[in-house]
């Protein structure tokens, strides 16, 4: 089964659910260049649907979480409100997959913000770091296991990150001795701890430092 025969049920159903809107190609629109700006984008309701993420996280089972306009509006405005003082320089690194909720949350912030996206391949601690330093980056996500990595790096002072404003961490809690082992060793840099579902597309809570390190 190839990839076209996989997608084409997704287009059918896009289509049926949609009606018969005229659409085009991304590949189209770049091909048109500044015509591009009069072609007509359908009209869309904030409630309607507007992305289908599959999950297991919940119920053991894959199941489609159906995402409205709103829902991708939501979390990236309130990154963006919360993140207000990175807003002109906001240069995003991101050592994580975007396949999942964690791709339109940071993407759409990203895209609003005018930002710069640094796609790390894979996650390698010291490598990491180096390109943090190499793109000015000032904004990053990782996983909890990924932040224990780093920790264990003996050379770590090689990299002061002094670009570096935030380190988010989602997927799952981190420990107290990593927070405060990374909070010493980083002590400009805030660090937030993040609780989200794909159902909640994803942001519920973003805890600051001040609060992550007591609680």
Same mark, same amino acid.
């Given at each position: 089964?190839?990839?076209?025969?996989?997608?084409?049920?997704?287009?059918?159903?896009?289509?049926?659910?949609?009606?018969?809107t005229e659409t085009a190609p991304f590949t189209t629109l770049l091909a048109m260049?500044?015509?591009?700006?009069?072609?007509?984008?359908?009209?869309?309701?904030?409630?309607?649907?507007?992305?289908?993420?599959?999950?297991?996280?919940?119920?053991?089972?894959?199941?489609?979480?159906?995402?409205?306009?709103?829902?991708?509006?939501?979390?990236?405005?309130?990154?963006? !409100? &919360? #993140? +207000?003082?990175? *807003?002109?320089?906001?240069? @995003?690194?991101?050592?994580?997959?975007?396949?999942?909720?964690?791709? =339109?949350?940071?993407?759409?912030?990203?895209?609003?913000?005018?930002?710069?996206?640094?796609?790390? !391949? &894979? #996650? +390698?601690?010291? *490598?990491?770091?180096?390109? @943090?330093?190499?793109?000015?980056?000032?904004?990053?996500?990782?996983? =909890?296991?990924?932040?224990?990595?780093?920790?264990?790096?003996?050379?770590?002072?090689?990299?002061?990150?002094?670009?570096?404003?935030?380190?988010?961490?989602?997927?799952?809690?981190?420990?107290?001795?990593?927070?405060?082992?990374?909070?010493?060793?980083?002590?400009?840099?805030?660090?937030?701890?993040?609780?989200?579902?794909?159902?909640?597309?994803?942001?519920?809570?973003?805890?600051?430092?001040?609060?992550?390190?007591?609680?």
């Amino acid at each position: 089964v190839n990839s076209r025969q996989l997608a084409q049920p997704l287009l059918d159903a896009a289509r049926e659910a949609c009606g018969d809107t005229e659409t085009a190609p991304f590949t189209t629109l770049l091909a048109m260049g500044d015509a591009a700006a009069t072609y007509r984008v359908p009209d869309c309701a904030p409630q309607d649907l507007a992305l289908i993420l599959y999950t297991s996280g919940t119920v053991g089972g894959s199941k489609g979480v159906m995402l409205s306009y709103d829902n991708l509006v939501y979390s990236p405005n309130a990154m963006l !409100e &919360r #993140f +207000a003082d990175v *807003r002109d320089e906001f240069i @995003l690194g991101l050592p994580v997959p975007i396949s999942h909720i964690i791709g =339109p949350l940071y993407l759409l912030a990203l895209i609003q913000a005018g930002g710069t996206l640094v796609i790390m !391949e &894979r #996650f +390698a601690p010291r *490598r990491f770091l180096e390109d @943090l330093e190499r793109h000015n980056v000032t904004i990053t996500a990782l996983v =909890p296991p990924m932040i224990q990595a780093l920790m264990q790096l003996r050379d770590w002072q090689q990299f002061p990150l002094h670009s570096l404003r935030y380190m988010l961490s989602f997927g799952a809690m981190a420990s107290q001795e990593v927070l405060k082992s990374f909070i010493a060793r980083y002590p400009d840099v805030e660090f937030s701890t993040g609780y989200g579902l794909t159902e909640t597309a994803p942001l519920l809570t973003l805890v600051p430092k001040r609060c992550g390190t007591t609680r």
